[in-house]
Structure formats: structure tokens, C-alpha cells
T-cell receptor
């Protein structure tokens, strides 16, 4: 069964460093998403992406964040200058369509900023 | 704005007990979609069910059942004869249809931590 994959599973970085989180969505899916979950809290939407453009972004997704689909399979989230409060689990998801279609999530990348 | 409330922070049961997880939602849209996801201790988010706002028929899948009541804006999840492997955090989520203010993004509730003891 096709699944969303994410790398790395864990990443530790120093405050102020750039990190790139990688995702490979399900191959026939057209919509891609990033969510984050601070430890012990709910899952929060960051950004949605379709046709090489951001469809929607949340207030959390400020200028420090960017997303890219550099090739036909990868979908990346970049944090330019990490802060302590960026420490969280980051989930990538993909769906065939928006709204009514189910978003399938990857296993997540746990980011720790020291 | 849409909102999902899971009032039960933690539930603890003994194996074989039935347990119901509550979910109440708010949305201004007439067309929307409701989801339940399971997050086991390993951390991934596992899709369990999707329901659209026009389909109030209850659904049963093995030991799992879902009760959608539009009149009370609730989408509750029942596990029958719980097992230790059901221990996880369960999230209810809402997505709006095309034209909605939050089209395409999932709004999650706070989650309910379910612990099933042997």
C-alpha cells in the first residue's frame, strides 16, 4: 500500500541553523501539506501546496518557513533560522484532492532545536 | 472559523470495556468533512474514518463505530471490547468543502489519550 515517507525521522540542530525536512508524498496525489505538533499538543496546519504554489498557509508559517517541490517526487519544508520554539514533530501529508479527500500522513520528523 | 473540541483529555479503561471518545465541532459551512486519526506511541498519524456532512449514517468497522449527529455537531467514536493495542491518542479533525474559509486544511481537536490496561 502506498504511503507517505519522511526523512530524517529525527533531527537535532542548533538555534539559528537552517533545516530542511523532506517528504515523498503518495505518487498519484496532487495536494501536499505540512503540519506540526508541539509535544503534547494538537496537530496544527502549516501550509498546503498545489501545482507548485502555496494554496494556503497559517499564521505559524512566517517568512522563516518555505516549501518546495524540487522534483517530481520530493516535497520539502525549510526553516531558515531555527528557534527553540520550532522544536516539534513535523508531519507531511498528501491527498488526491482537497477538502473531502483524506489526507494521508507520513511518520513525521521530530525536530529538536537546542 | 472552524473549531474541534475533544473535551476528554485522558481516558483509562480496562481491557474488554467499551469506550466512547467525544468530538464536538463548529463550522459555518453546510458542507464539511470529519475525520478520526489514531496516533499510537510510535507517533505516526493513522487515518481511521472520513465522514461528509450529508451522510449521517452511523458506521461500524469491526470493533470501531462512529456516531455522527449533525443536530448536536458531534462525531463520537466508540471502541467495543477495547484491547491494549488500542492505547493511543485519538484526534478528531474537520475540513471544509470548496469555497469554505478553511478549504483543504484539517483542523484538529486537542486529542484524547486512551490507555487500555490489561
Amino acid at each position: 500500500e502506498p504511503e507517505v515517507t519522511q526523512t530524517p525521522s529525527h533531527q537535532v540542530t542548533q538555534m539559528g541553523q537552517e533545516v530542511i525536512l523532506r517528504c515523498v508524498p503518495i505518487s498519484n496525489h496532487l495536494y501536499f501539506y505540512w503540519y506540526r505538533q508541539i509535544l503534547g499538543q494538537k496537530v496544527e496546519f502549516l501550509v498546503s501546496f498545489y501545482n507548485n504554489e502555496i494554496s494556503e498557509k497559517s499564521e505559524i508559517f512566517d517568512d522563516q518557513f518555505s516549501v518546495e517541490r524540487p522534483d517530481g517526487s520530493n516535497f520539502t519544508l525549510k526553516i531558515r533560522s531555527t528557534k527553540l520554539e520550532d522544536s516539534a514533530m513535523y508531519f507531511c501529508a498528501s491527498s488526491v484532492d482537497q477538502g473531502e479527500e483524506t489526507q494521508y500522513f507520513g511518520p513525521g520528523t521530530r525536530l529538536l532545536v537546542l | 472559523a472552524q473549531k474541534v473540541t475533544q473535551a476528554q483529555t485522558e481516558i483509562s479503561v480496562v481491557e474488554k470495556e467499551d469506550v466512547t471518545l467525544d468530538c464536538v465541532y463548529e463550522t459555518r459551512d453546510t458542507t464539511y468533512y470529519l475525520f478520526w486519526y489514531k496516533q499510537p506511541p510510535s507517533g505516526e498519524l493513522v487515518f481511521l474514518i472520513r465522514r461528509n456532512s450529508f451522510d449521517e449514517q452511523n458506521e461500524i468497522s469491526g470493533r470501531y463505530s462512529w456516531n455522527f449527529q449533525k443536530s448536536t455537531s458531534s462525531f463520537n467514536f466508540t471502541i467495543t471490547a477495547s484491547q491494549v493495542v488500542d492505547s493511543a491518542v485519538y484526534f478528531c479533525a474537520l475540513s471544509e468543502a470548496a469555497g469554505g474559509t478553511s478549504y483543504g486544511k484539517l483542523t484538529f481537536g486537542q486529542g484524547t489519550i486512551l490507555t487500555v490496561h490489561p
